[in-house]
C-alpha cells in the first residue's frame, strides 16, 4: 500500500494495470457543456447509471405493452416473482443467506416495518440508541416510534456519541453506555457505515454486545452495502436494511434492500404489518384465504412491487455478481489509499481526513476537513468539474467507487483541490 507515487503517469499506469477498468465504460459518465467527463466521486450519494439499465427496463416496457397482465406469468423475467431474481445477488452482496434478504419497499419505510417487529418496548425496556451523527431520517424515525409508543422521545433516545474533539466513535464508550443503560435499552440502532464520518463499525461486535444486554440490533447500511463486504448473516444481528441508489447504482429513489436473521424466518409470532405479498405464494391468489406468512426476510412484503424500478436494480446487481465484492474491494482499498496518500502530501495544516485510516474500518468514502474552509470551496471544486459532497460546517465528502472511478479521476481531482487552496 506505501508504494504508491506522485504524477499523473503512475495514476494512468495504475488505470492499464485495474483489471476492473473496463467497467467503467459500462457507466454514463456525466459531462460537462463542453462534453468533458465530470470527475465524479459522488457515488455515495447517487451511484451512476449503468448503460444496461435502459435496455432491462425496456425489456418489461415490452412486455407490458404486448402482454398486458399476462406479464405476470409470460413475461421474459415474470413479474409475479420478480423480486426473487434478485434475492441470490443481493444475498451474495451483504453476506447473507437467500431466506434472509428482500428488495422492497424505501429505505426509511423499510426501518420503520423492521421496528414494527423488532422495537418491541416494555415500561422498564424501552429506548433506542443510535449514533450520535446518525443520518436525520434514521433520527427521525426512531424518534417517531418512541412518540409512537407513547414515550418521550428525547428522553427514550441515548446518544453513542464522540469524545470531546473527536469524531470517530469509540467501542468502549459503547461498551459503559451498555454497562450503564443495557437494561432500558429496546433496540439499538446504527448507520453500519457512518454516513458523515465514512467509519465502517464491526457489525458483529455491536451485535453481540447488544444482545448480552438483551436488546435487539439494526443496522442501516446505506452506506455499506456495494461499498464493504457486510457479513449480516456473521454478524448476528437481528435485522438491517440500505438502500440501492447510493454505491447500488440502481437509480434515484429506488427500492430499499432488507435483511432479517434466519433466526427469525419461521417466527410467526413476530408481531409485523402484512400484506398479501407476505403471504404464502401457493394461495396468495385464490384470495379469501386466511392469512399464512411467508418465511423469511419477503414475509415482510406487503405489495406487489414496481417491477420497472426492480429491472434497474436487476442490472447493477447482475453487475455486482459478475465483479465480485472481494474483487471490488481490492481496488477499493487501493484506490481509497492512493487518494489518501495523495491528499496527505497536501499537508495536515490544510487538511484533516476524519475518515478512520484503517482501511478495515472504513470504505471507499473519505470525509476531509478543510481547515479554514467555507461552502464557496465547494462550489469552486464543482465549477473546476469535480463532483462531491459538501456538509456543514468544513467536510468535502469524497467516494472513489471502485465500479467506476478511475486512479486518473483520483489524481485529477486532488490536483483541482490544490490548485483552488
Ligand atoms: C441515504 C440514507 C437514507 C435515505 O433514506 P430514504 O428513505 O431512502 O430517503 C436514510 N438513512 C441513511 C443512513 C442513509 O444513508
Redesign the pocket.
Known amino acids: 500500500m506505501s508504494d504508491y507515487k506522485f504524477g499523473l503517469e503512475y495514476a494512468k499506469q495504475q488505470d492499464i494495470l485495474d483489471e476492473l477498468s473496463r467497467y467503467r465504460e459500462q457507466f454514463h459518465i456525466p459531462k460537462d457543456k463542453d462534453g468533458n467527463e465530470l470527475i465524479y466521486l459522488c457515488g455515495n450519494s447517487l451511484g451512476l447509471q449503468p448503460k444496461s439499465t435502459k435496455d432491462y427496463i425496456n425489456q418489461e416496457l415490452e412486455d407490458w405493452a404486448n402482454l398486458g397482465v399476462e406479464g405476470h406469468t409470460d413475461a421474459k423475467n415474470p413479474w409475479m416473482k420478480y423480486h426473487e431474481f434478485l434475492t441470490e445477488a443481493t444475498a451474495n452482496l451483504v453476506g447473507a443467506k437467500p431466506i434472509e434478504v428482500v428488495t422492497m419497499n ?4 423499510n ?1 420503520h416495518f423492521m421496528m414494527a417487529s423488532f422495537y418491541k418496548p416494555t415500561k422498564e425496556r424501552y429506548k433506542i440508541l443510535i449514533e450520535s451523527d ?2 436525520p ?2 433520527k427521525y424515525a426512531v424518534e417517531s416510534q418512541l412518540r409512537h409508543h407513547g414515550f418521550n422521545d428525547e428522553e427514550g433516545l441515548l446518544l453513542w456519541k464522540p469524545r470531546e474533539g473527536e469524531e470517530l466513535l469509540n467501542y468502549e464508550d459503547l461498551e459503559l453506555i451498555l454497562k450503564n443503560h443495557g437494561h432500558e435499552i429496546a433496540l439499538i440502532m446504527i ?1 453500519g457505515v457512518n ?1 458523515y464520518t465514512g467509519q465502517f463499525f464491526d457489525l458483529k461486535r455491536i451485535a453481540k454486545l447488544g444482545h448480552s444486554y438483551g436488546c435487539m440490533v439494526g443496522f ?1 447500511c ?2 455499506g452495502a456495494g461499498n464493504v463486504k457486510l457479513n449480516l448473516h456473521d454478524s448476528n444481528t437481528d435485522f438491517a436494511v440500505w ?1 440501492t ?2 454505491y447500488l447504482n440502481a437509480g434515484p ?1 429506488n427500492l ?1 434492500g432488507c435483511f432479517v436473521h434466519e433466526r427469525h424466518a419461521y417466527d410467526k409470532d413476530l408481531n409485523r404489518f402484512t400484506g398479501w405479498w407476505s403471504h404464502n405464494k401457493e394461495t396468495r391468489f385464490n384470495m379469501r384465504q386466511e392469512f399464512d406468512v411467508l418465511p423469511g426476510a419477503e414475509g415482510w412484503q406487503l405489495s406487489n412491487p414496481p417491477i420497472l424500478a426492480m429491472a434497474a436494480i436487476k442490472a447493477s446487481l447482475d453487475m455486482f455478481n459478475e465483479v465480485g465484492m472481494d474483487r471490488l474491494l481490492e481496488k477499493s482499498k487501493k484506490l481509497t489509499g492512493y487518494f489518501e496518500f495523495l491528499l496527505k502530501e497536501l499537508g495536515d495544516n490544510i487538511i484533516r481526513i476524519i475518515t478512520p485510516s484503517n482501511p478495515d474500518e472504513r470504505g471507499c468514502q473519505l470525509s476531509i476537513q478543510v481547515l479554514n474552509a467555507d461552502k464557496s470551496l465547494h462550489h469552486k471544486l464543482t465549477e473546476s468539474g469535480v463532483i462531491s459532497d459538501w456538509r456543514e460546517p468544513d467536510v468535502i465528502r469524497c467516494a472513489p467507487v471502485p465500479m467506476y472511478n478511475s486512479f486518473e479521476d483520483v489524481y485529477r481531482m486532488v490536483e483541482k483541490l490544490k490548485e483552488i487552496l
Open positions: 424505501s429505505l426509511t419505510a426501518l446518525a443520518f431520517s434514521d448507520g454516513y442501516d446505506a452506506h438502500c441508489y447510493k429513489g430499499s
